[in-house]
């Protein structure tokens, strides 16, 4: 991923500072940066792997890993201004991703009604190769931002007018 393409948002805060059950800033666990992509316009994370993530020994276990996806999920949804609720959500795991990585993860998000489709691929620079570590897809109930003490059109046009 060409970092040069990224524009830094705490999307945390502008939620209100809420606490997120995956991202807790700490170094040794999962931590995730969040940023629009300046061409593309949708949300990436950057997600850090530490020492407290660990499953298999020297990699990462497979529950931070989805964690990370769907949490970067639902920032996404965040980010165009929708509060959502879970109602499916699987991963796909191509390789074993080895402890201390930091990764980005890409999102895509399709609305029909109140239903999103949410997608989300996990990959790491290796050398002057790009590997794919995981995907996830999600179905989600749109819920007013409101209903979480949010101005939902607010943060959209927060992140909308990054440049």
């Not at 969040?34 to 497979?62: D, I, M």
């Not at 931070?64 to 609720?85: C, D, F, N, P, R």
């Not at 796909?92 to 029909?112: G, R, V, W, Y």
Request: a negative charge; aromatic letters at 6%.
């Amino acid at each position: 991923m060409d970092e040069s393409l990224l524009i830094a948002i705490n999307l945390q805060k502008a939620l209100g500072d809420r606490r997120t059950f995956i991202s807790d800033g700490a170094a040794e666990r999962v931590r995730l940066e969040c940023f629009k992509h300046s061409q593309l316009g949708h949300l990436v994370a950057k997600a850090h792997f530490g020492a407290e993530t660990e499953g298999p020994p020297g990699l990462v276990h497979s529950a931070a890993i989805s964690g990370a996806l769907l949490e970067t999920m639902i920032l996404s949804a965040w980010s165009q201004g929708h509060g959502v609720l879970s109602m499916r959500f699987s991963t796909a795991f191509k390789q074993m991703l080895p402890l201390h990585s930091t990764a980005f993860i890409d999102t895509a998000l399709e609305m029909d009604g109140p239903r999103l489709t949410l997608r989300a691929t996990l990959s790491a620079q290796h050398g002057d190769q790009t590997l794919m570590y995981a995907e996830a897809e999600g179905l989600f109930m749109a819920i007013p931002a409101s209903k979480f003490g949010v101005d939902g059109v607010k943060v959209a046009q927060m992140f909308t007018a990054l440049s």
